[in-house]
């Protein structure tokens, strides 16, 4: 016969009670010889199990909720019924609505989208995996992708997970890099239709005549100089766009710079009749890549020249600013840009007018090129204009 005392009857009872309502960290403790130690002691080496393996079962649940809380992507988990198990809170942000709010209730109540709940259903039904691209208006516009796949328990879906990613981006640059792909090709073809349909016309016979074989030649070489422009302006961009491109910085000296690079425009300035002034001190010293600085200044100066009027006049100079930059303006009295028009020209290909600049034998190339060698070297650049009176472009370089 085995009796267990009252006293530890009660004393088990009152464990298991403690354990019941959750608290692991009791044992009964009793270590008397005999039957009643050893069931005592069985007991506490199950509860010691059992708490262990509470424990790595909490320890998971941490980790996969601080993955979830912590998760770029949304995600949305839905029982077999339709109703919302959990959200995290990307999802909860994308949504606009709060866990609290959500969970428990129809998909559909909760998140008023009839795409999405459509593809649940779709994948509740067959287990398949379904993905779809959703806009929404939150309140800017943002594009994502939204992948849901079954949950199986036993081989039968319980459930459907939802996994929402943010393509904004992706699209964006997807759309920057088609749209320079057609520019590209847009600005080649323009060139070389000319220059085709000049050979065939000298070809045809055009070649005898003596009134205009020379001129149908100075297109064509006018042409192809367009051609040679554009290609040395989109293999500088696409040097400059490189990842990790190494500038070769040293001390330069700014005047020197604007100097050179001025002496290349001479004949320009001479035949429009411009004064060109480099005011700039000469002791101004920063550390940059000196090729790099001196095509800034040759392409500024370029359309100081290009675009201004006859007697114009061009003034170049800097100033130290309060964060130890040195801020270079480049002033003219052109023909000035429109304001709704100025944020757009440091954009490639971008032009006020495409005609004039296309005579001009710009390839709108320039100003993106100036702005990628400005911000490598840790500067900025900016533009100022009047309609009519001029423009100023101010660009900032670290000493
Ligand atoms: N100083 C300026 N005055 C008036 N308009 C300007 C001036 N600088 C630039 N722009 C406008 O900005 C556009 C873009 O300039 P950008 O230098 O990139 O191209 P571009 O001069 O036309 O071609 P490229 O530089 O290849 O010769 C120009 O076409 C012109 O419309
Ligand atoms: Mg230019």
Do not use: W
């Not at 459930?159 to 964006?172: A, E, F, P, Y």
């Not at 270079?328 to 009295?333: H, I, P, S």
């Amino acid at each position: 016969m085995f009796f267990l005392r009252a006293k530890y009857i009660r004393r088990i009872i009152a464990v298991l009670e403690e354990i019941e309502k959750g608290n692991l960290q009791q044992r009964i403790n009793i270590y008397s010889k005999g039957a009643s130690g050893r069931l005592c002691q069985a007991i506490d080496r199950g509860i010691s199990a059992l708490s262990a393996q509470i424990n790595v079962l909490r320890k998971e649940a941490a980790k996969g909720n601080a993955i979830l809380t912590n998760m770029v992507e949304g995600v949305i988990a839905i029982g077999s019924d339709g109703r919302i198990l959990s959200l995290n809170p990307t999802a909860e942000k994308v949504f606009n609505i709060r866990k609290q709010d959500a969970e428990g209730r129809l998909f559909l109540e909760a998140i008023r989208n009839n795409d999405i709940s459509e593809i649940i259903n779709r994948v509740l039904k067959s287990g398949e995996p379904l993905a779809i691209e959703l806009t929404l208006i939150l309140p800017v516009q943002k594009v994502f992708r939204i992948n849901a796949s079954a949950i199986f328990e036993n081989n039968s879906v319980s459930g459907c997970v939802l996994v929402i990613h943010d393509i904004t981006q992706m699209r964006r640059l997807e759309k920057v890099r088609s749209d320079f792909v057609a520019n590209v090709s847009h600005e080649l073809k323009t060139p070389l239709t000319s220059i085709k349909g000049f050979v065939e016309t000298l070809l045809e016979g055009a070649i005898d005549d003596k009134e205009n074989n020379r001129e149908f030649l100075r297109i064509i070489q006018e042409q192809a100089g367009r051609l040679d422009a554009l290609s040395r302006g989109l293999l500088d961009l696409a040097s400059l766009e490189e990842q990790g491109i190494a500038l070769k910085k040293e001390r330069v000296n700014l005047k020197e710079l604007a100097d050179n690079a001025l002496i290349a425009f001479e004949a320009e300035l001479k035949k429009k009749e411009i004064e060109a002034e480099n005011e700039m001190a000469d002791n101004l010293l920063v550390s940059a890549d000196k090729n790099k600085i001196e095509q800034v200044f040759a392409n500024l100066i370029d359309n100081a020249v290009k675009f201004n009027r006859q007697r114009g006049s061009i003034s170049i100079y800097a100033e130290e600013t309060a964060d130890n930059k040195i801020k270079v303006t480049v002033k003219d009295t052109g023909l000035g840009i429109p304001a709704k028009e100025l944020p757009r020209v440091f954009e490639r290909f971008y032009r006020v007018d495409k005609a004039r600049s296309r005579s001009l034998g710009g390839t709108g190339l320039g100003l993106s090129i100036v702005k990628h060698i400005i911000e490598l070297h840790g500067g900025s650049i900016e533009a100022e204009s009047s309609e009519g009176i001029g423009s100023e472009f101010f660009f900032t370089l670290p000493k």
